[in-house]
Each structure stands twice: as C-alpha cells, then as structure tokens.
C-alpha cells in the first residue's frame, strides 16, 4: 500500500475542489528558497550522465566523510537496502537441511519517515520500535533505522548516543541506518558523517543524506550516501553507470561548495522559522509544537478536524500518520503574507 506524502496538491485539490493554482502547498520539509540553477552546459543534457570525481571529492569535503555516492534521492536506496542486507547476511536464506528460516528483526522510530518501516516490513522483517531512546537491547545480525533529525518530530540524538548504538550494533553485527536527510540545517559536527573513518572497515554504518530538501531541489531526485568503502562500492555497483541525471550531478556539485550562499540559506530558514511559529501559535489551538528551520510540526486536540479546515481555506499541509498533529513547511515571504490572511479567515469563522 503506498503511503500518503506531502507535496500531493493534485490528490487534494481534486478532493476539496479547489483549482491547484488557488493553494498554498506547505505540505513538504523542502525549503522554500532553492538553489539558483546555473547556466548548465549542453553536454550535462546530451551526454550520458558522468559522476565525476570533482563531485566526488566536493562531496566527502561537505559531509566531511571518506566515503560517499550519489543516488537518485535517498528514497531510492532505502527500497533497496533489504536486499543488500539479505544478500550480505547469508543467514536470511533457506538452511540447506530444513526450511526454517532465521526471524528477521528491524528496529524504527515509532513516529518517523514512514517509508522506512514499509521496506524493512516488505523486506520480511519483524518490526521493533523505539521513541524517545535509542535500543539498548537489539537481536543479532539486525537492522536499526534513526532518524536523525525526526521527520515530522524534531528530536535528535547526540552522537555520544550514537556511538554507543553503533558499538551495540557491531557486536550484535547488525546494520546501523543513519536518516539525516534534514541535517544540512545543523553544523557539520551534528552529522555521524566525520564519524565514520574512526569505525573498524567492517562497520555495517550508513549515513544517508539528502540532498533536494535543503537546497529547495527536490525535483532533481539526488542524495548521497556515506558509508565505509566496501559498503560504497556495493551501492555504486547496485545503482547502475547512469542512476542520477547528468544535470543534478552538475546542480549538485556547484551547490555543495557555494558556503555563502549555504551560510545566507540557514539564515532565511531559520528566520522564516521563527517568524512562523509565532504565527501559528497565534491562530491555531496549538497543545505542543516541534520546530526546526525545514518544518514545524504542531499537536493539536482535533488535528484531523484542524487539516479539514485548512484544506477548505486552501492550505496544504501535511496531517501526521498518527492524525494527532500536523506538519508545516516553512513558508517564503510571500506564502506567510497569504498563510496570515488564510488563518485570520478561518479563525473569524
């Protein structure tokens, strides 16, 4: 069953009738401010696509890591994952003797990306969930997802925190799954990335990154993948010669060494952020919120009674699986001018 998203305006608009031309879509983390696209040479669109090994090199100096590879958003390898594990821990296929086959065991934030827990649940693996703490207690030859920040919580985990997992995880050989698909909003010591060159170049650690979400992109499908290098060379093997377009190569590696305009884009967001929040706290029965610089998420009594109201009015958000809060994106300039109107409507009703 495919999972409901954000950034479906067609589907709701259809829904509640109302042209999409007539919304205001925050139903995404995406910021609002994209990258400007440079001037991109015709062999980008003509040629077939080439990772080159300047992107390669800007790669590792931004997620300040050894090793890194492109994917095509970081989606694409999460679908993809239960099958390397299986294929690298021989233990999940039949025993020759009999037709018992060992459990599988993953263990997810209960609240999070919820894409996670429907590969690993396809994957033919016994779901555990954890919240507010790491596992401390995980089954051999395992599977554990963080996500680092929380999507559409905020919460994150230390990398002290982290590094204890990662220990568990090695001495139970299972495989650690890093999310930090919102990170770029952090400073570089926040990312497990630096981290993993001190790990044995056994570690089974994967710190996935994207890359369309800060960079307002997410059209382009790229993201990056950081890794020891066995575990590099296998997705590079597994992603084919021509998985991300020649174009988000070349988009890619200009943005990942424009710092300044890195530097000005957290500034915007981090404004806009706040500006935000005060807003809705102003408009909206707010119980409890949760805001970093890509999205705020709001708990409210009624949250499904609270995304009808907004739908009626044409604001698009996104109403958590739980249907117990509901997740903002960060507006631009122009959308918080609307989105104010929009809710002093609804609250004169």
């Known amino acids: 069953m495919a999972i409901l998203h954000g950034g479906q305006l067609s589907r709701v608009a259809k829904q509640y009738q109302i042209p999409e031309k007539d919304w205001l879509d925050l139903s995404t983390g995406i910021a609002p401010f994209s990258y400007p696209i440079p001037d991109i040479p015709q062999q980008a669109w003509q040629n077939l696509p080439t990772i080159s090994e300047n992107l390669i090199e800007v790669a590792k100096a931004y997620y300040q890591t050894q090793y890194c590879w492109p994917v ?16 690298k821990k021989k233990y999940l296929h039949t025993n020759v003797n009999s037709d018992f086959i060992l459990e599988r065991h993953a263990y997810l934030p209960k609240v999070g990306y919820k894409e996670h827990q429907q590969a690993w649940c396809k994957g033919g693996y016994q779901l555990h969930f954890y919240q507010d703490s790491l596992p401390t207690d995980i089954e051999e030859n395992s599977v554990v997802v963080v996500i680092n920040p929380n999507n559409p919580l905020t919460d994150t985990f230390t990398i002290d925190q982290l590094k204890t997992l990662q220990n568990l995880c090695e001495q139970q050989q299972a ?20 981290h993993l060159s001190t790990l044995k170049q056994t570690a089974d650690v994967l710190v996935l990154r994207s890359f369309g979400k800060f ?30 377009n020649g174009a988000a190569l070349f988009i890619s590696e200009q943005a990942l060494q424009d710092r300044t305009w890195q530097a000005n884009q957290l500034k915007r967001l981090q404004t806009q952020s706040e500006v935000m929040q005060e807003l809705l706290k102003a408009y909206l029965p707010v119980l409890r919120m949760e805001a ?6 709001i708990f409210l009594s009624d949250a499904p009674v609270v995304y009808q109201q907004l739908c009626e009015n044409a604001i698009y958000v996104r109403l958590t699986d739980e249907n117990d809060s509901l997740r903002f994106g960060i507006a631009s300039t122009s959308q918080l001018e609307k989105l104010t109107l929009r809710l002093s409507a609804i609250r004169s009703i």
């Open 72 to 87: 095509a958003g970081s989606q694409a390898l999460i679908e993809k994952l239960p099958e390397l594990w299986n294929d």
């Open 175 to 194: 495989l650690l799954i890093i999310d930090e698909a919102f990170a770029d909003i952090f400073t570089p010591e926040f990312s497990f990335s630096p």
């Open 215 to 244: 960079f307002g992109l997410a059209g382009l499908r790229v993201g990056f993948v950081c890794s020891n290098k066995h575990w590099c060379e296998t997705i590079q093997e597994v992603s084919g010669p021509w998985a991300v």
């Open 292 to 297: 970093n610089a890509l999205f705020i998420t």
